[in-house]
C-alpha cells in the first residue's frame, strides 16, 4: 500500500499530459486506420467467413495433392468461379439481351399481347385483376402503357434496384472468393495468429476455447446458407422438370443464386406457377399438384434454416438462429455470420461468467456447512 501512495504522489500533471497525449494519438491512428479498412470490410469479412467454411474442404484436398495448400485452394477458387460466376454471366446476358429487344420493340411499336386465358381470373387473390389488366393490356398496348404510365415506371424503378442489388452482391461474392483463396493458402499461419489475439485478449485457456467456438459457428452458419440454397435449388429444380417448365436447370441455378443471397426462392416459384397456369398444357389437377409442391418447395428455407444452424455448436440454436437473423436485418448478408458469432461469443462469455460465480460460491459454503454440523453436534 505503501509504494501504490508514493505512486500516485509522484504522478505529476506533466505524466497525466503524458499519456492523454499517448492515448489521443492511438485514437487516432485507429480511426485512420478503420476510416483505410471501411470500403473492404465487407468483401474481407465475406472472404474470412468464406475461407473458414471452405478451410476442411481445402485440407482434405491439399493431403490429396502431396500438402500444397496453395494449389488446393486455387483449384476450390476456380471450380467456385466456375460454378457460379459462368452462369451468372450468361444470365447476366440473356437478361439484358432481353431488356434491349424489349425496349427496342416498345419503341417501334412492335409489341403484341395475347389475351389471356380464362383461367387467369380464376387465380386466387389477385385472378381478377390480372385478367381485367392483361385484357387491357392486349386490346390496346399502347393506350394501356400511357395510362399505367406513373405505375409501369414505379416498377421499372423497383426491379431495376433489384437486379443491381443482386448483381452487386454476385461481384461482391466472386471478389470474396477470390481473397479467400488467398486465406486458405496462408491457413496455418493465420489460425496460429489468430490464436494469439484470443489469448492475448482472454487468456491461455479461454482463448483457444473462443477461438473454436467462432470457427464452429461461422461454419454452422455458412452451413445454414448454402447448403439450404442447395437444397431447395435441387427441390425446386426437380420441380421444375416435372411439371414441364422450360429451362428448369437454369432456374436452378438461379434459386442457388438467389439462396446464397437470402433472398426468397418465391421470386423464381411464383412466376414458374403463374406459367404453369398460363400455358394450360396440362390438366388442372397436375397444375394443382405442381402448385402445392413449388409453393411448399420455394418456401422450405423457413424449416431447413432452424434445422442446419446451429449444427456443432455449444451456444443453443435459438441464440444462433436469432444472432443470424438480427445480423442479416441490421447489417445485410454479412452481419448475417457476424451477428451469430456475436451472440454466440456473447452468450458463452455470459455463461461462464456465471458458472465462475458459482464455483466461487461453492468454497464459502463448504466452511458454513462445517461450522453449522460442528455446531449441530455441539448442541
Not at 93 to 114: C, I, M, P, R, W
Not at 138 to 164: C, F, G, I, M, V
Not at 334 to 341: Q, T
Request: contains cysteine; neutral net charge; aromatic residues 8%.
Amino acid at each position: 500500500m505503501p509504494t501504490d501512495d508514493r505512486t500516485i504522489r509522484n504522478f505529476s500533471p506533466e505524466d497525466l499530459t503524458e499519456v492523454l497525449i499517448r492515448v489521443g494519438l492511438i485514437g487516432i491512428l485507429a480511426y485512420l486506420c478503420l476510416g483505410v479498412f471501411a470500403p473492404f470490410a465487407n468483401l474481407l469479412l465475406w472472404a474470412l467467413i468464406l475461407a473458414i467454411a471452405l478451410y476442411p474442404l481445402q485440407q482434405g484436398l491439399a493431403r490429396r495433392l502431396g500438402g500444397r495448400s496453395g494449389g488446393a485452394a486455387t483449384i476450390i477458387v476456380l471450380v467456385g468461379l466456375l460454378l457460379i460466376g459462368v452462369p451468372t454471366v450468361m444470365l447476366g446476358s440473356s437478361f439484358a439481351g432481353h431488356v434491349q429487344d424489349g425496349y427496342k420493340a416498345l419503341q417501334e411499336n412492335t409489341v403484341t399481347v395475347s389475351q389471356p386465358a380464362a383461367s387467369v381470373a380464376e387465380w386466387p387473390f389477385i385472378g381478377e385483376r390480372v385478367y381485367s389488366g392483361w385484357s387491357q393490356a392486349a386490346d390496346d398496348l399502347p393506350a394501356y402503357l400511357k395510362a399505367n404510365k406513373d405505375k409501369l415506371e414505379s416498377l421499372s424503378r423497383r426491379a431495376l434496384a433489384a437486379a443491381t442489388s443482386t448483381l452487386g452482391g454476385v461481384l461482391l461474392f466472386l471478389g470474396a472468393l477470390i481473397a479467400a483463396g488467398i486465406i486458405m493458402a496462408f491457413g496455418e499461419s493465420g489460425g496460429r495468429a489468430t490464436r494469439r489475439i484470443f489469448v492475448r485478449m482472454t487468456s491461455p485457456e479461454r482463448g483457444p476455447r473462443l477461438q473454436s467456438l467462432c470457427t464452429a459457428t461461422v461454419r454452422s452458419v455458412a452451413t445454414g446458407v448454402i447448403g439450404v440454397a442447395f437444397i431447395q435449388a435441387l427441390l425446386l429444380g426437380v420441380g421444375f422438370m416435372l411439371a414441364g417448365i422450360p429451362a428448369a436447370g437454369v432456374l436452378a441455378v438461379v434459386v442457388m443464386l438467389i439462396g446464397i443471397l437470402q433472398l426468397p426462392a418465391l421470386i423464381v416459384s411464383l412466376p414458374a406457377i403463374a406459367y404453369l397456369w398460363w400455358s394450360g398444357d396440362a390438366s388442372t389437377t397436375s397444375n394443382i399438384v405442381y402448385t402445392i409442391y413449388l409453393l411448399i418447395a420455394g418456401m422450405a428455407d423457413n424449416v431447413l434454416k432452424p434445422l442446419l444452424l446451429g449444427r456443432g455448436v455449444d451456444a443453443p440454436m435459438p441464440v444462433i438462429l436469432i444472432g443470424a437473423l438480427g445480423g442479416m436485418v441490421s447489417a445485410g448478408i454479412v452481419g448475417l455470420f457476424v451477428g451469430a458469432v456475436l451472440l454466440a461469443v456473447g452468450y458463452q462469455l455470459f455463461m461462464e461468467w456465471v458458472e465462475a460465480g458459482q464455483g466461487q460460491a461453492e468454497p464459502a459454503s463448504g466452511p458454513l456447512q462445517a461450522s453449522d454440523q460442528a455446531a449441530g453436534t455441539a448442541d
